[in-house]
């Protein structure tokens, strides 16, 4: 079976650090770019970052740029993200994103795979 | 900054047509997703490439994308189809999504 699972979310204090991890099964993890999006319960979705399938390429949005970090350990069919400097705005499902190819981005490309997400709370 | 805009909401009529709008800055030389989100689940894929649809999504949905605005229509609506659609396209190698449409199967 296809699946994504998230972990690592939980109540973090602005200003601190927290680690998603992401596991993938019932496909070849590393065949494929790995993605993470974030949804403000209640709101909409927002791309956060991507890693490409040998981690070449990684890529960001301009709200997690120089604070986000994402990996991937293809030996584990593993993908995390570490967050630094976490402010309440970041507050947020975070889901593990399977991509359409192995590029983080392409024309067409597209998110087929959704993890069930996991929640990221910052306050104090 | 590239932006994809959705009205936040739509009604329909169990049984009539639904179009949701996605607009963008010439998106029409992009190509144009669209995910559907029930309440408490995972997006879901519907459309990629435009107009093309997965394995197990009905025919009753479809997508056309020209111009500045990508389309997604639901023919014979019905009352599970009643959820959050996003529209999403790729901008400088960054994922774009549209702000959301919530539609009501009245």
């Known amino acids: 079976e296809l699946q994504l699972v998230e972990s690592g979310g939980g109540l973090v204090q602005p200003g601190r650090s927290l680690r998603l991890s992401c596991v993938a099964s019932?496909?070849?993890?590393?065949?494929?770019?790995m993605h993470w999006v974030r949804q403000v319960p209640g709101k909409g979705l927002e791309w956060v970052a991507g890693i490409s399938w040998d981690s070449g390429t990684l890529s960001y949005a301009a709200s997690a740029e120089g604070r986000f970090a994402i990996s991937r350990d293809n030996a584990d069919s593993s993908m995390f993200v570490q967050m630094n400097s976490l402010r309440s705005d970041d507050t947020a499902f975070y889901y593990c994103?399977?991509?359409?190819?192995?590029?983080?981005?392409?024309?067409?490309?597209?998110?087929?795979?959704w993890g069930r997400g996991t929640l990221v709370a910052v306050s104090s | 900054s590239f932006e994809l805009t959705q009205p936040p909401s739509v009604s329909v009529s169990p049984g009539q047509t639904a179009s949701i709008t996605c607009s963008g800055d010439k998106l029409g030389e992009k190509f144009a997703c669209w995910y559907q989100q029930k309440p408490g689940q995972s997006p879901l894929m519907l459309i990629y490439?435009?107009?093309k649809r997965p394995s197990g999504i009905p025919e009753r949905f479809s997508g056309s994308n020209s111009g500045n605005t990508a389309t997604l229509t639901i023919n014979g609506t019905q009352a599970v189809d009643e959820a959050d659609y996003y529209c999403q396209t790729w901008h400088d190698r960054k994922a774009i999504f549209g702000g959301g449409t919530k539609l009501t199967v009245l």
């Open positions: 019932g496909f070849t993890f590393d065949d494929y770019a």
């Open positions: 490439l435009d107009m």
């Open positions: 994103v399977k991509g359409r190819g192995a590029a983080v981005a392409g024309a067409g490309w597209y998110f087929d795979l």
